[in-house]
């Protein structure tokens, strides 16, 4: 595989990783666009603009688009996070140019009025659809109390109030002041040359307009508290808890990865055996999640209102443990194999390596090669986790939970 690197006279960036031993490629235009970007007035735009892009603009319509994608046979799709917007699709090298077109027109589409209304009810019934699932709104309640007063406290979707109230001026001012080529990453991966990409670069993105929006990366410094939100129609309570994590830039993220799996894997980690297997909880776990200066631990619980509160005192336990006494060398070496195996997986397809390439360059401008990762996994030790705990130790500063408890200590 060989990678490459240009900036066009705009400030597009152009990677690619180049492997003619594969029989696809994936593009992918990573934004630097997502909720910490945006205001408490236009909150939830970025992840509407994604939905708007796929209305269309001058050169195709949203059927058109929509057609020729399938008579291509992309696979194609978008997404919206709290810092970067994606607009990203894999197809056979000889529609490279087609499907290149195609996506690149995403980013800038007409907002239509009737397109802009039709789609704000969309929105509306995707938050109310949302707002159903008590998981995802215990996780949106710990991200803003967790959060309060930092960018990242803003919610992906928005509200129902801002999203009713977003008008498409504001939405065209938002899209003006991020969608400069300054802040977005083109990321090629798979079976094309080099020249093609940046003969493509250079026809569909040259005349995007130049520049950069500045983002403000300071570390949240969190305050910590609970919130309740009693759901008496829930059978389960549902509990996500967050604390300080390495950000995204810090080299201590390699062995953040590695822990989440040792503590809180979906099988084989310690709150699985402990919560997940003996049947006290339906679901428990611990993520890492990495954003511009800042980082979380997040715990996830679900289980019965009465085990609620024994099974949180039980992850603080298993917490307390860890922080005290680091991991074994036998759980270490597990989670490497784990960790090593997805790497790979994940890397044996173009789909697959689009997402580290441009993720890597968007968060830390660096070229990480499958080798480089499966080193760095390969050379973790106990000390490394011994290093990361001591600057992050686990634990559940900031708590949210939805279910049929008023209190994490009462009853339904």
């Not at 201590?252 to 980690?269: H, N, T």
Request: net charge negative.
């Amino acid at each position: 595989m060989q990678f490459h690197h240009a900036q066009l006279s705009n400030g597009l960036t152009v990677i690619a990783e180049l492997n003619p031993q594969v029989h696809s490629v994936a593009l992918g235009f990573f934004v630097r666009a997502g909720a910490r970007d945006e205001s408490p007035e236009n909150s939830g735009v970025s992840h509407f603009l994604e939905h708007m892009a796929f209305k269309g603009n001058e050169r195709y319509s949203a059927d058109e688009l929509n057609r020729t994608f399938d008579e291509i046979g992309a696979d194609y799709n978008a997404s919206t996070s709290e810092e970067v917007t994606i607009f990203h699709a894999a197809v056979l090298p000889e529609y490279l140019p087609r499907g290149f077109e195609l996506v690149s027109c995403l980013l800038y589409p007409s907002v239509r009025q009737e397109d802009f209304d039709v789609e704000k009810k969309v929105i509306l019934e995707e938050i109310g659809m949302y707002m159903d699932q008590p998981g995802w709104v215990a996780y949106e309640k710990a991200m803003q109390t967790h959060f309060a007063g930092h960018p990242l406290e803003r919610i992906v979707l928005g509200t129902t109030e801002s999203i009713t109230a977003l008008s498409s001026e504001q939405m065209c001012r938002y899209h003006e002041e991020r969608y400069r080529a300054g802040n977005i990453t083109l990321a090629v991966a798979g079976n094309t040359s080099w020249d093609q990409v940046l003969d493509l670069a250079r026809q569909h993105c040259n005349a995007w307009p130049a520049g950069r929006t500045a983002r403000p990366d300071e570390e949240a410094r969190p305050l910590g508290g609970q919130t309740i939100v009693p759901k008496p129609s829930s059978h389960l309570e549902h509990l996500v808890a967050l604390s300080p994590a390495p950000p995204a830039e810090s080299p201590l993220r390699f062995a953040a990865a590695i822990l989440s799996v040792i503590v809180g894997d979906s099988s084989g980690s310690r709150l699985f055996w402990a919560l997940v297997d003996p049947g006290l909880a339906e679901s428990a776990g611990l993520g890492f999640n990495d954003y511009n200066g800042s980082g979380a631990w997040m715990s996830y619980l679900s289980c019965t209102p009465e085990a609620t509160a024994a099974n949180h005192a039980l992850m603080n336990e298993i917490y307390e443990a860890v922080n005290s006494t680091g991991v074994t060398e036998e759980e270490l070496r597990r989670a490497k194999s784990k960790v090593a195996s997805r790497i790979v997986l994940r890397g044996e397809r173009p789909r697959g390596r689009l997402s580290s390439l441009g993720e890597n360059w968007v968060y830390r401008q660096e070229y990480r090669s499958i080798e480089a990762d499966l080193k760095v996994v390969e050379e973790m030790t106990t000390a490394d986790i011994r290093g990361l705990l001591e600057a992050y130790p686990l634990g559940q500063i900031t708590t949210a939970a939805v279910g049929p408890l008023e209190s994490l200590n009462g009853r339904p």
